[in-house]
């Protein structure tokens, strides 16, 4: 190998080399990273509204009956009051409170004489399917013998008459005899389709009067008016004897629990309330203290009122009984509640000898010494709303024998005399 040989070998080794080289790991630039941005700026957190408001109950329905009759009973205003409860298996497990009754005398009347006529028409079902099912088969085999003993007479007169053995009128009374047989056959089958016409007319009837029956016993179901909710008696539109067509309201039964409470809100409001929104209900108690419940945004109303261009909104709210606590140190075993304080009125009645003095049967306690009742010594205090708590005094009295009823039996007033 020559000098110039050699030297290209060396030029091109290192052409080689430096080409390998060349192709080496680059560094690799990382992409940029999203990020959100705000602008900030003065705002007003926890904003609140507060508003007063108008409370009303959540629901009023005008109850009446469903027939019509003569008042025997109606409960009084401001009674609570209590739909029937039932178990998942149709059980009664609470009756339900009877907020008026009628006088169903009428309508038991009327369901003693429908169940008579049932009663009637069944016996006479009965009869009719006995003569089917017996009488007109015993009578249908003696008009077939007949008939069959009269077809038998008949053909041998004939063949006799044609041999001119006997005369026509024995062929024609054996004739008569035989045709009048068959009549009979035929009448007690035509009476026995006629039977069971009559059967089946019956209890197509009988049927019917069941369905009469069945609307009698609702009515006299309906001279009783249950409370349909649970809620209290606002107002009473009759009284015990007064006379009430079908539909006519009776009385107003309100719900109480939940309770409605009215506020007018702006149009602005109005877009930042949404349905079962929670709100702060604040409610000013009489010693001057805050009751603070929870509401809820039941109905937010889409048109403004144009007389003061705000939106009625409607909340409702759990509502509960306000329950006169007692003072601080009483022993509990020693208290008693009670709703009703009765007064002592001097009654002026013929049926009494001379005016006396009468009370509120239930009013009057017994135990083994005899009638006594509870006397009130601070009701001017408990009147005047200074106290809740009665101091009473266990008073002996001697109970009358007459009772007078007052609106239908509701009450009941009996003379006493204190002993």
């Keep these: 190998m020559n000098d110039w040989q050699r030297l290209l070998l060396v030029a091109a080794t290192g052409c080689l080399l430096n080409g390998c080289g060349g192709r080496g790991e ?28 108008t409370v009303e109950a ?65 016996q006479n079902r009965t009869a009719v ?10 009578e249908m085999d003696g ?22 053995v006997i005369p026509k009128t024995d062929f024609d009374r054996s004739l008569a005899t035989f045709q009048s047989a068959d009549a009979k056959v035929r009448q007690i089958m035509a009476r026995e389709q006629a039977k069971r016409a009559e059967m089946a007319s019956l209890a197509a009837q009988i ?18 008016l249950v409370a349909p909710f649970r809620g209290q008696v606002a107002d009473v539109q009759t ?13 107003t039964l309100q719900m109480m629990d939940p309770i409605k409470v009215q506020v007018q809100v702006s149009s602005e409001t109005t877009r930042r309330l949404r349905y079962r929104d929670r709100v702060e209900i604040h409610v000013a108690k009489p010693d001057g203290g805050v009751i603070r419940r929870e509401g809820l945004v039941y109905l ?10 705000t939106f009625p909104v409607t909340l409702l709210v759990q509502n509960e009984k306000l329950v006169t606590q007692p003072p601080d140190g009483a022993d509990p075993a020693n208290l008693a509640r009670t709703r009703d304080v009765w007064e002592v009125y001097t009654a002026d009645d013929p049926a009494l000898s001379e005016p006396a003095p009468v009370l509120e049967t239930r009013a009057i306690h017994r135990d083994a010494q005899g009638h006594y009742v509870w006397k009130v010594n601070n009701w001017e205090q408990v009147a005047r709303k200074e106290t809740g708590l009665l101091n009473v005094t266990k008073v002996r009295v ?16 009996t003379p006493i005399r204190f002993l």
């Design 300 to 309: 937010v109303a889409p048109v403004a009122d144009p007389a003061t261009r």
């Design 239 to 251: 009284i015990p004897g007064g006379y009430v067509e079908r539909g006519t309201p009776v009385l």
């Design 398 to 413: 001697e109970r009358g024998t007459i009772e007078f009823p007052f609106l239908g039996g509701l009450w009941r007033f």
């Design 143 to 164: 008009a077939e013998a007949e008939r069959t003993f009269a077809e038998g007479e008949y053909k041998r007169n004939k063949d006799l008459f044609e041999r001119s």
């Design 129 to 138: 399917q006995l003569e089917i099912e017996r009488v007109i088969p015993a």
């Design 207 to 224: 049927k019917e009067l069941e369905q009469a029956l069945n609307d009698a016993r609702r009515d006299v179901a309906d001279c009783e």
């Design 26 to 53: 680059q560094p690799v630039a990382k992409s940029p990273r999203p990020v959100s941005t705000i602008t900030l700026a003065t705002t007003q957190p926890n904003r609140s509204d507060h508003l007063s408001g």
């Design 58 to 122: 959540w629901k009023s329905e005008k109850l009446g009956f469903e027939v019509a009759g003569r008042v025997q009973f109606v409960v009084e205003p401001e009674e609570d009051v209590w739909p029937v409860l039932e178990s998942a298996e149709g059980e009664v497990l609470r009756p339900g409170t009877v907020l008026a009754r009628l006088d169903p005398a009428r309508y038991l009347l009327q369901v003693e004489s429908i169940q008579a006529k049932i009663d009637a028409m069944q």
